[in-house]
Every structure is written in structure tokens, then in C-alpha cells.
């Protein structure tokens, strides 16, 4: 059974930056695709970023050039590292396995002078 805890978030203000961490166990990490998604109240949740079991990713528009995804093989963890927030990404950030459609808790990023 897959799970995914994420952990990170918290209050920045604008142009700060921030390494949200999505804990997983069950995942294989060579074959399942992982992404992360967020999602604003009133909102579609909305893609952000994703990697894929080679290693390659691609992100959102809004986020390419600011956001990285990246995983630690061997502490089972998938990271976003953001940089240049903006208050157009407060959001509640949720780790998903896109492979078995599994998602964590979420996660709320707040950013705010």
C-alpha cells in the first residue's frame, strides 16, 4: 500500500523560498511517475510538477524556472524546492502518485507579508 506524507509548508513572504518534502513508503520509485499538485479553496487542484521514473520532469508554466522537484532514493522522498514565491502560490501542496492515484494530505504554503 502506498503512502505519502507530506511536511513543509508554512507562512514566506514574497521572494522568499521553501522545500516542501513528500515522505512515501510503497512507492517504486523506477516505475511510478510522482507529481505535485495544489490547490486554492473555490479551485481545481492544478498540476505543478512531475517526475518521471527516468528522472526527467516538467512543470507548470507558472512555475517553471522557480520550482524543482527532485527525489532521494534512499530516504524514499520526493522534495519541491520553490524559490521567488509569490502570493499566487499559496496553496495547500499535495504529493501524489500519479502511477497508482494516490494522494498525501497536503501540505498549506502561505505566502504573505
Known amino acids: 500500500q502506498v503512502q505519502l506524507v507530506e511536511s513543509g509548508g508554512g507562512l514566506v513572504q514574497p521572494g522568499g523560498s521553501l522545500t516542501l518534502s513528500c515522505a512515501t513508503s510503497g512507492v517504486v520509485f523506477n516505475t511510478d511517475m510522482m507529481a505535485w499538485y495544489r490547490q486554492v479553496p473555490g479551485k481545481q487542484r492544478e498540476f505543478v510538477a512531475r517526475?518521471?521514473?527516468?528522472?526527467?520532469?516538467a512543470y507548470a508554466d507558472s512555475v517553471n524556472g522557480r520550482f524543482t522537484i527532485s527525489r532521494d532514493w534512499i530516504k524514499r522522498t520526493i522534495y519541491l524546492q520553490m524559490n521567488s514565491l509569490e502570493p499566487e502560490d499559496t496553496a495547500v501542496y499535495y504529493c501524489?502518485?500519479?502511477?497508482?492515484?494516490?494522494w498525501g494530505q497536503g501540505t498549506q504554503v502561505t505566502v504573505s507579508s
Open positions: 517526475i518521471e521514473p527516468s528522472g526527467a520532469t
Open positions: 501524489n502518485d500519479i502511477t497508482w492515484s494516490y
